[in-house]
């Protein structure tokens, strides 16, 4: 197979949805039946995203394969249904930390290693890699950071050796910002040429500009562009702003940025892309004929790329009962027993999102407690349902200091505890229980319900666990463990008996949910919010 290779770098300023406009391009080729798949090349040192502070980069995704990635990659998969692995994320600190041990081991012979070639043939290998898999019609690679940062140059690099080698079969798309000038009433193209005017001293003509606006551009912008930027008027591209991101990919049919690759590839062009479903799926949104209100209590809450898969879950769920799901954002650091009944009454159900650490503990406990008591639908996930554990073991089971040992290491009842195999991991990154793990589910739960079948399989990110010896105590009380990691008998998901609905799992089902399959359990908490609104009206 000969595989095509498209680029998208950014220009101007960050943050303007390169990963979308990458998702969304791959997601028409996708409906023109071809084979697509999503890399992102982060320009930061650190090895992966798996220790950054959430403030500095948001939410850290996990992939299948435990591989701890950028959140453009979340992106990715729910926008194509195509799943991603290790190979699609590489930072510049794994580009140099092969190198360096390739060095180490002798595998250059005396050669002095530069930049170039070095490191630029590493990262076109690690480009390269899914293309030679021969899968794919399409390898779509995403630059991370902005065209002229310092730290972007040998990405940049690479892809002039790329362009010069692959010749047709290499396409760059750059997204740039034209700005609105409310005094002089007008677009401005300036900084946009300067953006590509930096691209050409590194040597990379940009095929296709992709303009992220607030307001249309017409023809004269358009051919103002083309003029300035040594492409064809048909290569400028508006991104204008849209309600919801689901928009954009037919924003992008509509505008032909599909053709235009696929042009520039020389690659055949038949009819329409089919987006007969993901239409279908964006009228459900912009249509719903009930609403819930459902809090989401974590400690990241003024960053809400701090759990963007869990708020895009939200969005599939809804769209797919029809439902608008409105999420309250509860800093969990906010509630506090005198505070709860003022946080949390109204609600129609309550989410505990996951973390590390202990701020915001106890009042993510208290949410639980209230949640429990109040026959509000309840969600925790991974943090989540160890803290809904400890709430039952210090006011249901009467072990008032009962805590996980990762934030009190002295309690006296470590119902949460690490797990075995983390007792002796001393370094922090990679090293947590990470990707795809089966489970098994007991029928007749409210868990099997849900997913209507016993064994599953979920991505996890954690390093501490349920602790087995107080299970029998538990069950006993009312807390169920309804899912189970037979192989290493771990609990993975709990419910009580007798609550309307709720469930703590130690997985992330935020991470497979995907437009084209809603996770069944947001499906079936936003349905439980539905059922809890309507008997509250």
């Known amino acids: 197979?000969?595989?095509?290779?498209?680029?998208?770098?950014?220009?101007?300023?960050?943050?303007?949805?390169?990963?979308?406009?990458?998702?969304?391009?791959?997601k028409l080729l996708k409906a023109r039946g071809y084979s697509v798949t999503i890399q992102k090349l982060d320009p930061y040192i650190n090895i992966d995203p798996g220790t950054l502070n959430p403030y500095e980069h948001g939410e850290c995704y996990v992939t299948e394969d435990g591989a701890e990635t950028d959140l453009d990659l979340g992106h990715y998969e729910r926008f194509t249904n195509v799943r991603t692995s290790q190979a699609n994320n590489i930072t510049t600190g794994r580009i140099y930390q092969s190198v360096i041990d390739k060095?180490?081991?002798?595998?250059?012979?005396?050669?002095?290693?530069?930049?170039?070639?070095?490191?630029?043939?590493?990262?076109?290998?690690?480009?390269?890699?899914?293309?030679?898999?021969?899968?794919?019609?399409?390898?779509?690679?995403?630059?991370?950071?902005?065209?002229?940062?310092?730290?972007?140059?040998?990405?940049?690099?690479?892809?002039?050796?790329?362009?010069?080698?692959?010749?047709?079969?290499?396409?760059?798309?750059?997204?740039?910002?034209?700005?609105?000038?409310?005094?002089?009433?007008?677009?401005?193209?300036?900084?946009?040429?300067?953006?590509?005017?930096?691209?050409?001293e590194q040597g990379v003509q940009p095929d296709i500009i992709v303009c992220r606006t607030e307001r249309p551009l017409n023809e004269s912008i358009r051919h103002k562009i083309a003029l300035f930027c040594n492409v064809e008027p048909s290569d400028v591209i508006e991104s204008i702003d849209a309600k919801t991101i689901y928009e954009v990919p037919v924003l992008m049919r509509d505008e032909k940025l599909d053709i235009q690759v696929l042009t520039k590839t020389q690659m055949p062009i038949e009819g329409e892309p089919d987006l007969e479903k993901w239409e279908e799926f964006l009228y459900k949104l912009k249509n719903p004929n009930s609403e819930v209100t459902i809090g989401l209590v974590g400690k990241y809450v003024e960053l809400k790329d701090a759990y963007k898969s869990i708020i895009e879950s939200f969005i599939h769920a809804g769209a797919s009962l029809q439902c608008k799901v409105n999420l309250k954002m509860i800093h969990s650091e906010s509630i506090n027993d005198e505070t709860a009944q003022e946080k949390l009454s109204g609600l129609n159900g309550i989410l505990v999102a996951?973390?590390?650490?202990?701020?915001?503990?106890?009042?993510?406990?208290?949410?639980?407690?209230?949640?429990?008591?109040?026959?509000?639908?309840?969600?925790?996930?991974?943090?989540?349902?160890?803290?809904?554990?400890?709430?039952?073991?210090?006011?249901?089971?009467?072990?008032?200091?009962?805590?996980?040992?990762?934030?009190?290491?002295?309690?006296?009842?470590?119902?949460?505890?690490?797990?075995?195999?983390?007792?002796?991991?001393?370094?922090?990154?990679?090293?947590?229980?990470?990707?795809?793990?089966?489970?098994?589910i007991k029928e007749g739960s409210k868990a099997y319900g849900i997913y209507k079948m016993i064994d599953i399989s979920e991505r996890?990110?954690?390093?501490?666990?349920?602790?087995?010896?107080?299970?029998?105590?538990?069950?006993?009380?009312?807390?169920?463990?309804?899912?189970?990691?037979?192989?290493?008998?771990?609990?993975?998901?709990?419910?009580?008996?007798?609550?309307?609905?709720?469930?703590?799992?130690?997985?992330?089902?935020?991470?497979?949910?995907?437009?084209?399959?809603?996770?069944?359990?947001?499906?079936?908490?936003?349905?439980?919010?539905?059922?809890?609104?309507?008997?509250?009206?």
């Not at 595989?3 to 391009?25: D, E, N, P, Q």
């Not at 639980?368 to 809904?388: H, S, W």
């Not at 993975?492 to 703590?504: C, N, R, S, T």
Request: aromatic share 8%; net charge neutral.
């Open 1 to 26: 197979m000969n595989t095509k290779y498209i680029f998208v770098t950014g220009g101007v300023t960050s943050s303007l949805g390169k990963g979308i406009i990458s998702a969304s391009l791959a």
């Open 103 to 200: 060095e180490r081991r002798g595998d250059y012979l005396g050669e002095t290693v530069q930049v170039i070639p070095h490191i630029t043939d590493e990262i076109k290998h690690r480009i390269k890699i899914l293309g030679n898999k021969g899968d794919y019609d399409f390898v779509i690679t995403e630059i991370g950071g902005t065209v002229g940062d310092i730290e972007s140059l040998p990405y940049i690099e690479a892809v002039r050796q790329m362009r010069w080698e692959k010749g047709n079969n290499c396409v760059v798309i750059h997204l740039t910002y034209i700005p609105y000038l409310a005094a002089a009433g007008e677009l401005k193209t300036k900084p946009t040429q300067h953006s590509v005017k930096m691209m050409l």
């Open 354 to 440: 996951p973390g590390f650490g202990e701020r915001g503990i106890e009042g993510k406990i208290t949410a639980i407690k209230y949640a429990r008591e109040n026959n509000i639908p309840f969600l925790g996930i991974c943090l989540g349902m160890q803290c809904a554990v400890v709430e039952f073991a210090r006011n249901v089971l009467g072990y008032a200091d009962a805590h996980s040992t990762e934030m009190n290491p002295n309690t006296t009842h470590p119902v949460i505890d690490i797990m075995k195999d983390q007792k002796t991991v001393c370094t922090k990154g990679g090293t947590m229980r990470l990707g795809a793990y089966p489970c098994k």
């Open 460 to 537: 996890h990110r954690h390093r501490f666990e349920f602790n087995n010896k107080y299970l029998e105590a538990y069950q006993a009380a009312g807390m169920m463990a309804v899912g189970i990691n037979t192989k290493d008998n771990l609990v993975e998901m709990v419910e009580l008996k007798d609550h309307p609905w709720f469930i703590g799992v130690q997985f992330h089902p935020e991470y497979s949910s995907t437009v084209a399959n809603p996770h069944p359990l947001f499906i079936g908490f936003v349905d439980a919010a539905r059922k809890n609104s309507s008997e509250v009206k």
